[in-house]
Nanobody, 124 residues
Framework: VQLQASGGGLVQAGGSLRLTCAAS????????TGWFRQAPGKEREFVAA????????YPADSVKGRFAVSRDRAKNTVYLQMNSLKPEDTAVYFC??????????????????WGQGTQVTVSS
């Protein structure tokens, strides 16, 4: 499965962006899809995930209430809607798929395929 993340950009604090993760050479079916981010000089951190069914989503505490992940099966695409953005949300955002379960949702090692990342910059 090849993943392509897009939709990043420069936005002012309080603004919104929607990131898109498109899959080719396969589908999201049967996989948990996760979003991670990595700021300069920091480790990659979990942002949110959506289970294969698409009915259960798991946002990290740092983005709960502001970010939402969803899936469009017809378009073979997963989205990360980001609202009320803060400067500390600035990072490269990656999507990934794997067989993550509840206990490993935030574990990078549970994800097999990764997209190339898209830059999100939030100005104050």
């Amino acid at each position: 499965v090849q993943l392509q993340a897009s939709g990043g950009g420069l936005v002012q604090a309080g603004g919104s962006l929607r990131l898109t993760c498109a899959a080719s050479g396969g589908t999201f079916s049967g996989y948990t899809t996760g979003w991670f981010r990595q700021a300069p000089g920091k480790e990659r951190e979990f942002v949110a995930a959506i289970r294969p069914s698409g009915s259960n989503t798991y946002p990290a505490d740092s983005v709960k209430g502001r970010f939402a992940v969803s899936r469009d099966r017809a378009k073979n695409t997963v989205y990360l809607q980001m609202n009320s953005l803060k400067p500390e949300d600035t990072a490269v955002y990656f999507c990934a798929v794997g067989r993550a379960i509840m206990s490993t949702m935030a574990d990078i090692r549970a994800y097999y395929y990764w997209g190339q990342g898209t830059q999100v910059t939030v100005s104050s």
